[in-house]
T-cell receptor, first 111, second 116 residues
Framework: QKEVEQDPGPLSVPEGAIVSLNCTYSNSAFQYFMWYRQYSRKGPELLMYTYSSGNKEDGRFTAQVDKSSKYISLFIRDSQPSDSATYLCAMSRYGNNRLAFGKGNQVVVIP | ETGVTQSPTHLIKTRGQQVTLRCSSQSGHNTVSWYQQALGQGPQFIFQYYREEENGRGNFPPRFSGLQFPNYSSELNVNALELDDSALYLC???????????????FGPGTRLTVL
């Protein structure tokens, strides 16, 4: 079983729709949970970071962490064509800078 | 403040050759991590350097090695290249202070390596 599972299926949504992405994980030691956005031919850039369980909102983006279920989510409201990218979930343990990534979801927002 | 830079952008090598990839950390950062991202996959942790010492390694063979220099720039060396080494190689820098708090990693654009 991989540490982080992210269904890599591509997502195609119309502009203005809500995009819902999620990951599951097996390592209960993970404490930091991140979502990265990666445009084609670019390195990942951090979108959201959450410590332990809870919700975090930043503009159109909401990240949720449920440690009891080992499940994290990212919601993008009012999606824009500029949101078209690959979204990667990532996690790390307290005191350990190593990131464990999911496979990523390619999101296409159609104008 | 300059971001993380990597060179070269693209590289083509043949099986059995050796390659060196370079990374320049973001100003003020003391830690660099290297990741391998195969096509359609998420990045996989190779190793991390903190103040010029290896500080953690992922599930990669010894033919993957690295260096971090006093100016915190870094190199990734891969010997005896295999076809499966074809991937995007990413470096990420961060400022790690004492304690276990979260440290954001800033990624460079990557070097795309093709092994023929």
């Amino acid at each position: 079983q991989k540490e982080v599972e992210q269904d890599p299926g591509p997502l195609s949504v119309p502009e203005g729709a809500i995009v819902s992405l999620n990951c599951t994980y097996s390592n209960s030691a993970f404490q930091y949970f991140m979502w990265y956005r990666q445009y084609s031919r670019k390195g990942p850039e951090l979108l959201m970071y959450t410590y332990s369980s809870g919700n975090k909102e930043d503009g159109r983006f909401t990240a949720q962490v449920d440690k009891s279920s080992k499940y994290i989510s990212l919601f993008i409201r009012d999606s824009q064509p500029s949101d078209s990218a690959t979204y990667l979930c990532a996690m790390s343990r307290y005191g350990n800078n190593r990131l464990a990534f999911g496979k990523g979801n390619q999101v296409v927002v159609i104008p | 403040e300059t971001g993380v830079t990597q060179s070269p952008t693209h590289l083509i090598k043949t099986r059995g050759q050796q390659v060196t990839l370079r990374c320049s950390s973001q100003s003020g950062h003391n830690t660099v991590s290297w990741y391998q991202q195969a096509l359609g996959q998420g990045p996989q942790f190779i190793f991390q350097y903190y103040r010029e010492e290896e500080n953690g390694r992922g599930n990669f063979p010894p033919r993957f090695s690295g260096l971090q220099f006093p100016n915190y720039s870094s190199e990734l060396n891969v010997n005896a290249l295999e076809l499966d080494d074809s991937a995007l190689y990413l470096c990420a820098s961060s400022l790690v202070a004492s304690g276990g708090s979260y440290n954001e990693q800033f990624f460079g654009p990557g070097t795309r390596l093709t092994v023929l």
